[in-house]
């Protein structure tokens, strides 16, 4: 039996993934954490054999808990779970250690595989997701140099910060962000003063530009 934690900050996602896996008698969900750090407090207690962590997360994002999770269980397998577009976050994922990357659209069958092959021991790459590795590994070609120093720029960012980024890329203000995202104005501040560090760029037209570099290199 496959003992799965579920961590995704959504009720109505839990239980529909929950619904999914009950599909398979090979798979038990042994539990449930609203937020990565009661992910970890479950994961400690013992008896995971496989976790699914949403990306998106209240306080600590779940690239973050990636890491932790790794660090302290180098071999439990997380597959991480994401409404974005692979291109923003499968990479990054599988190089925090993730065993796996899939979008939430994805089919109840193709999830229940996505368990069993990483509890298991193996990767579970989507054909998309294969696709971006291939590139993120070996670009080559006229305008290949841009595109990955665009990339490599674009990873530095957190999950917060790229949230925050993307929002002033399309002329958002710091006030409208703060909203959105439901944070302080002085926290989204210091989000777009590390966004501008992290990237190079002094004011939010450069910000802007680069978004554009950004859009037309991947």
């Known amino acids: 039996m496959i003992r799965v934690l579920i961590c995704d900050d959504h009720l109505i996602v839990r239980q529909g993934i929950k619904q999914v896996l009950a599909e398979a008698e090979d798979v038990q969900v042994v539990g449930e954490a609203a937020n990565g750090p009661d992910a970890i407090q479950r994961v400690r207690a013992g008896g995971v054999d496989v976790v699914l962590l949403d990306i998106a997360m209240p306080q600590r994002d779940g690239l973050d808990i990636l890491k932790a999770l790794k660090s302290e269980f180098p071999k439990l397998p997380v597959l991480m779970l994401s409404t974005y577009p692979d291109r923003q976050y499968a990479v990054r994922s ?24 990483v509890a298991r021991g193996k990767l579970f790459i989507t054909p998309s997701v294969a696709e971006q590795l291939a590139g993120a590994i070996g670009a080559g070609g006229p305008g290949s140099r841009q595109a990955d120093d665009t990339q490599a720029l674009h990873e530095l960012l957190s999950h917060r910060e790229y949230q925050v980024f993307k929002l002033l890329a399309a002329g958002r203000s710091v006030g409208e962000i703060a909203e959105q995202l439901v944070l302080s104005p002085n926290t989204v501040s210091t989000y777009r003063a590390r966004v501008l560090e992290k990237i190079g760029v002094r004011n939010d037209v450069e910000l802007a530009l680069f978004a554009v570099r950004m859009e037309q290199a991947g």
């Open 94 to 117: 599988l190089k925090l250690g993730a065993a796996g990357y899939l979008n939430k659209s994805a089919d109840s069958e193709q999830m229940i595989d996505a368990v069993r092959s």
